[in-house]
């Protein structure tokens, strides 16, 4: 199933990718993003996340956000 299509199915309607999500310079917090939004850290045609943490060996947990669930 393509991706456009699935989204509203599970009741997703925005897709908004972690880089591009600034506001005043700063990235979003967790609240500030749409409620019904999937979030992602990079898509297929971006860097990997090792190489955007400057591609040494970092705990991603410490970088991860946690968002609340619904």
């Known amino acids: 199933m393509k991706l456009r299509r699935a989204m509203p199915e599970c009741g997703l309607y925005h897709y908004k ?10 990235f979003r ?4 993003y749409l409620r019904d939004a999937l979030a992602t850290v990079t898509t297929h045609d971006m860097p990997h996340l090792t190489e955007l943490l400057g591609g040494t060996r970092h705990r991603v947990c410490a970088a991860a956000v946690s968002l609340p669930q619904r």
């Open 17 to 26: 990718v972690l880089l591009f999500e600034k506001a005043a310079g700063r």
């Open 29 to 32: 917090q967790p609240d500030e």
